[in-house]
C-alpha cells in the first residue's frame, strides 16, 4: 500500500514536471519567435510608417473605417426609453374577483375590446342583478302609469294619481338607463355571464407587461396594472440636459439615438418637450424625445445616449477617443492609406465628449483609422 503511494506521489511529481518544463518551452519559443520576426518599421515618408505584411506589430493595432455621424450641437446625454403615454393604457379592474381564464399573452397585438380574463366576481354578479331589477321595475311602473291614463280618461282616477304614476315611471326609467350604464362602461354583454366579468383592451396596441396569474386574486386598489397595452413602433427617450446646455437646443432639433444593444447604429427622433423648471439637486432639466421603432429594436427602460444635432444634411466623421494623439497645440490619427502603410495626419476637432470626437477637417467617411495603439504608432515614429 506504501508503495503504490510512493510510486503515485512520483508520478505526480514526474507529470508537473514535465508541464512545467513544456509550458517553460513554449513561452520561450513564442517570445524568441516575436523577437526574431519583429522588425523595425521603415519611414517612406516624414509622417509616415510602413510594416511587413506580416509584421507583429500590427497585431495590437486596431484599424476601423469611419463613420459619419450627423453635426452634435452637444456632447451625447444620458436618457432612458419609455412608453409614448399618448399611445399606452395601463390596465386595472374596475371589479374584485378571482382570475379563472387569461387569453392574452404578453407579446400578442390586440384591438379594443379584445379580452384580456376572466374574472369569477360577486359584484359583476350584483351590477348585473341590479341591472334586472331596474328593468323590471321599469316595466311595472311603465304598465301602472298607462292603465292610471286610462282610467283618468274614463273619469275613474284622479290627476294626481296619474300624475304620481307617471313619475314614478320615469324614475325607474332613469335607474335602469343608469344600471345599464354601468354594465356598458364594463364592457358587458345585456344577456349576462353569470357573474363571470370580462375585463377587455380599451386600446388595439400590443400587451407589454403582464402582472396577473390565473388563479390569483384581483383587488381595485392594487397599486400595479394588470396589463400594459402599448404601441411599441412610438416610444418616448427622457433625457436629462445639464443647465449649461439648455440655450443650445429646441422644440423640433433632430436627434440621434444610441444604445448599447446596437452599437453600430443610430435612431433618428426630434425633441417635442422641454421640461418648464429645473431639478434644483441635479441642476438638469428633463427633454422629452420621441422615436419611431419600427423594427422594434428598442424596448421602454433601456438606457440610452441622445445628441442632438445641427441638421440632418450636415455630418462630421466620428472616432474614438483612443483614436487620437496630441502633441503641442495639434492633434494627430494615424490612417492607413495602404496595407501595412500608416501614416500620421493632422486633424481639427469639432466636438469632444467622453467616448467619441466629431472632426472637423483632416478627415473623410471610409477612410481606415487606427482606433487603438495609435500611440505606440506614434512612439514607432519618433524613434525611426
Known amino acids: 500500500m506504501k508503495l503504490n503511494r510512493k510510486m503515485a506521489g512520483a508520478l505526480l511529481l514526474l507529470l508537473a514536471g514535465l508541464g512545467y518544463w513544456g ?23 516624414s509622417d509616415t510608417l510602413k510594416f511587413a505584411a506580416d509584421a507583429p506589430q500590427l497585431l495590437f ?23 409614448d403615454d399618448n399611445r399606452t393604457a395601463r390596465v386595472f379592474s374596475p371589479l374584485a374577483g378571482r382570475v379563472v381564464h387569461i387569453p392574452a399573452e404578453v407579446g400578442r397585438q390586440v384591438k379594443a375590446g379584445d379580452p384580456l380574463l376572466v374574472l369569477d ?54 335607474e335602469a338607463q343608469r344600471a345599464r350604464a354601468r354594465l356598458k362602461n364594463l364592457s358587458a354583454s345585456k344577456d349576462g355571464s353569470g357573474g363571470q366579468f370580462v375585463l377587455r383592451a380599451p ?35 427622457l433625457v436629462d440636459l445639464p443647465e449649461r446646455q439648455l ?35 441635479t441642476r438638469r432639466v428633463q427633454v422629452r424625445c420621441e422615436v419611431d421603432n419600427p423594427a422594434m429594436k428598442l424596448k421602454p427602460e433601456m438606457f440610452a445616449r441622445v445628441t442632438p444635432v445641427a441638421s440632418k444634411q450636415s455630418a462630421l466623421p466620428r472616432v474614438p477617443n483612443t483614436a487620437l494623439v496630441t502633441q503641442g497645440l495639434y492633434t494627430f490619427v494615424f490612417v492607413e492609406i495602404a496595407p501595412g502603410e500608416l501614416q500620421r495626419r493632422k486633424v481639427t476637432l469639432d466636438l469632444q465628449g467622453s467616448q ?5 477637417e483632416g478627415l473623410k467617411a471610409g477612410e481606415r483609422v487606427v482606433s487603438s495603439g495609435a500611440l505606440l504608432l506614434n512612439s514607432e515614429l519618433a524613434g525611426v
Open 23 to 45: 509550458w517553460h518551452s513554449m513561452q520561450h519559443a513564442a517570445h524568441q519567435a516575436v523577437q526574431g520576426e519583429a522588425q523595425p518599421a521603415q519611414r517612406v515618408a
Open 61 to 83: 493595432l486596431q484599424i476601423q473605417p469611419v463613420k459619419a455621424y450627423p453635426e452634435p450641437l452637444v456632447e451625447a446625454l444620458n436618457a432612458r426609453v419609455t412608453y
Open 121 to 174: 366576481s360577486p359584484d359583476f354578479a350584483m351590477v348585473e342583478a341590479d341591472r334586472s331589477k331596474a328593468d323590471a321595475d321599469e316595466e311595472r311602473k311603465k304598465t301602472a302609469y298607462e292603465r292610471a291614463r286610462q282610467l283618468y280618461e274614463i273619469k275613474g282616477l284622479a290627476r294626481k294619481d296619474v300624475e304620481g304614476a307617471e313619475a314614478d315611471w320615469h324614475q325607474a326609467e332613469a
Open 203 to 237: 386600446v388595439a396596441g400590443y400587451i407589454t407587461e403582464r402582472q396577473v396569474s390565473v388563479g390569483s386574486e384581483v383587488r381595485t386598489d392594487s397599486a400595479s396594472p394588470l396589463f400594459v397595452i402599448s404601441d411599441p413602433r412610438h416610444l418616448w427617450v
Open 247 to 281: 440655450g443650445k437646443v429646441q422644440v423640433g432639433h433632430p436627434v440621434t439615438l444610441e444604445v448599447d444593444a446596437y452599437p453600430d447604429e443610430t435612431f433618428p427622433g426630434r425633441i417635442t418637450v422641454i421640461g418648464g423648471a429645473l431639478d434644483p439637486l
Open 356 to 360: 467619441y470626437t466629431y472632426i472637423r
